[in-house]
C-alpha cells in the first residue's frame, strides 16, 4: 500500500508529468528533469509525497 495517494507511472518510457519521450527508461528520466525545470518540481512534490509514506527511505 505505500503507493497509495501517489501517481501512477503507467510508462517508464515517458515523463509521467509532462508526457514527454524519455531517452531511457529511469535515466532518461534523470536526464529530462535536469532539462524540464516545471517537471523537476512536480517529481519533487511527488517525492516528497512519497516520503512522508515511507517515513524517510528517500531522504539525503
Ligand atoms: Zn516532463
Given at each position: 500500500?505505500?503507493?497509495?495517494?501517489?501517481?501512477?507511472?503507467?510508462?517508464?518510457?515517458?515523463?509521467?508529468?509532462?508526457?514527454?519521450?524519455?531517452?531511457?527508461?529511469?535515466?532518461?528520466?534523470?536526464?529530462?528533469?535536469?532539462?524540464?525545470?516545471?517537471?523537476?518540481?512536480?517529481?519533487?512534490?511527488?517525492?516528497?509525497?512519497?516520503?512522508?509514506d515511507?517515513?524517510?527511505?528517500?531522504?539525503?
Amino acid at each position: 500500500m505505500a503507493v497509495n495517494g501517489t501517481r501512477e507511472w503507467t510508462d517508464p518510457t515517458t515523463c509521467p508529468f509532462c508526457g514527454d519521450q524519455l531517452s531511457s527508461p529511469g535515466v532518461g528520466f534523470v536526464d529530462h528533469i535536469d532539462d524540464s525545470g516545471s517537471c523537476e518540481q512536480e517529481f519533487d512534490h511527488w517525492r516528497e509525497n512519497v516520503a512522508g509514506d515511507l517515513a524517510g527511505e528517500w531522504s539525503g
